[in-house]
Every structure is written in structure tokens, then in C-alpha cells.
């Protein structure tokens, strides 16, 4: 007769279980805007947003209290490991309006395929809350179009599934390179897992961000920004 040992089979069990990597997306080819102030003052950016009378722009640490020198910003999330921000002296952001008067915008990540068990987003919005569509393509062909959200930066407190992923930050004037000694400002984490739309059983070839179909609000001109783009890889 064999003989079953339950804390032999969930030991095997557990060894057989998927393990999930942290990956990072590489961004670079699709940011379309520089809005992070170099340290030390001497740096270029552009505004956050396109308000005609908005003129700010996210700054370096060690000039204001800022984006990390080392370009790492920690997921809330263990198994989506550290974003890896853009340089801050490129486009370090892919940024996209609200309002419908805009022509849509797609802007497509090409990624590592894998099935990925959560996407992690780091993204901040400008004159208001503002939120857009995450494309999603699997390798059997089909296609999921859900949603990414981001507060506005001065928001008091994260709605939703959102958290934030960097807080209290100043902001600098764009033109003239003047900080602003505020620590009101910050980026969030939107977090995309199964409950939330993601297809955990099926390998992902590519992600796609933009404002087809989803944009929200139109009535209103609103810019919202993705900073880095986290996935986490499940290996059996």
C-alpha cells in the first residue's frame, strides 16, 4: 500500500508552485515629453500637462525633494521589485490628454513574453484626475482593453488602487528653473492583477497605452503621465 505524507506532498507542491520575477519595460522608445528638472539647477524640462498657464514640472533630488538619483523607486508590491525610471535629461514620460478634441493616442511597449501575474504602472495627472486605456495582447491572439487611473499630483490622499509610490515632492518652474518649496507633490502606483482584468493564465506579448478607446474625462483637458511600467513574470 502507498503510503501519502501531506507535509512531503505540500513541500513537493510548493517547489512545483510558479515563482514571479519583477520585470521592468523598457519605456525609452515611446516617452514623448522631459518633465524632470536635472539636479543641481542647471538642468531643462518641460511643464507637466498642457495648460497654457501651467509651467511646472517635476525636479531631481538633491536640487529639490524629487525624483531619486538612482532612478529607482520601489514597488508596494514585492514581486514587482523597483522601477526603473527614464533618465531624467531625455523624454522621461509618455504623456496623454483627457479631452476629446485631441487626436487618440497609442503608444505600444514592446515586452519580454511571459505570463505575468500583475502590472504595476508609476503615473501622476495634472489639473486633475485623469484616466486611460491599457491594451493588452496575448500570444492566442487576443486582445483586453481595461483601464490605468492617476490622481492629480496635488492630490491629499490616493483613491481607489492607486498608492503612492513618491510623496511630498517640490516642483520647478519649467522656464525659468526656480523650485518651488512645497512637498505637496507626487506619483503614484496603479496596480493591474487578476481581479482587476489581467489574464494570469495567458502569455503577454505586448502592452499599449493611450486614449482609444478609453479616456476620461473628455469635457475636460486633462494630462496624464506613465513614468515606468513593472510586470511580474511567472515562472513554473
Given at each position: 500500500m502507498r503510503k501519502y505524507f501531506p507535509a512531503l506532498a505540500a513541500l513537493m507542491f510548493a517547489a512545483a508552485s510558479a515563482v514571479a520575477i519583477p520585470v521592468s519595460f523598457d519605456l525609452s522608445r515611446?516617452?514623448?515629453?522631459?518633465?524632470?528638472?536635472?539636479?543641481g539647477g542647471h538642468g531643462s524640462a518641460e511643464p507637466f500637462?498642457?495648460?497654457?498657464?501651467?509651467?511646472?514640472?517635476?525636479?531631481?533630488?538633491?536640487?529639490?525633494d524629487g525624483f531619486p538619483q538612482n532612478r529607482y523607486v520601489p514597488s508596494s508590491q514585492e514581486d514587482l521589485g523597483n522601477y526603473?525610471?527614464?533618465?531624467?535629461?531625455?523624454?522621461?514620460?509618455?504623456?496623454?490628454?483627457?479631452?476629446?478634441?485631441?487626436?487618440p493616442q497609442t503608444y505600444v511597449i514592446d515586452i519580454p513574453d511571459h505570463v505575468y501575474s500583475k502590472l504595476g504602472l508609476l503615473v501622476s495627472s495634472v489639473d486633475g484626475d485623469s484616466s486611460f486605456t491599457i491594451r493588452l495582447q496575448y500570444k492566442d491572439g487576443t486582445t483586453d482593453f481595461l483601464w490605468?487611473?492617476?490622481?492629480?499630483?496635488?492630490?491629499?490622499?490616493?483613491?481607489?488602487?492607486?498608492?503612492?509610490?513618491?510623496?511630498?515632492?517640490?516642483?520647478?518652474?519649467?522656464?525659468?528653473?526656480?523650485?518651488?518649496?512645497?512637498?505637496?507633490?507626487?506619483?503614484?502606483?496603479?496596480?493591474?492583477?487578476?481581479?482587476?482584468g489581467l489574464k494570469t493564465d495567458k502569455e503577454l506579448v505586448t502592452i499599449a497605452i493611450g486614449t482609444d478607446p478609453n479616456r476620461w474625462p473628455e469635457d475636460q483637458l486633462r494630462f496624464g503621465g506613465v513614468f515606468a511600467i513593472n510586470g511580474a513574470a511567472v515562472e513554473p
Open positions: 515611446v516617452a514623448n515629453k522631459d518633465v524632470v528638472y536635472e539636479a500637462g498642457g495648460n497654457p498657464n501651467g509651467l511646472h514640472c517635476f525636479g531631481e533630488d538633491g536640487f529639490v526603473v525610471l527614464l533618465r531624467y535629461d531625455q523624454p522621461n514620460v509618455v504623456e496623454l490628454c483627457t479631452h476629446s478634441s485631441v487626436e490605468w487611473e492617476a490622481d492629480d499630483w496635488y492630490d491629499l490622499g490616493p483613491r481607489g488602487n492607486l498608492e503612492k509610490a513618491l510623496r511630498e515632492l517640490d516642483r520647478v518652474d519649467a522656464e525659468s528653473g526656480m523650485a518651488e518649496d512645497s512637498d505637496h507633490f507626487h506619483v503614484y502606483e496603479f496596480v493591474l492583477d487578476e481581479e482587476r
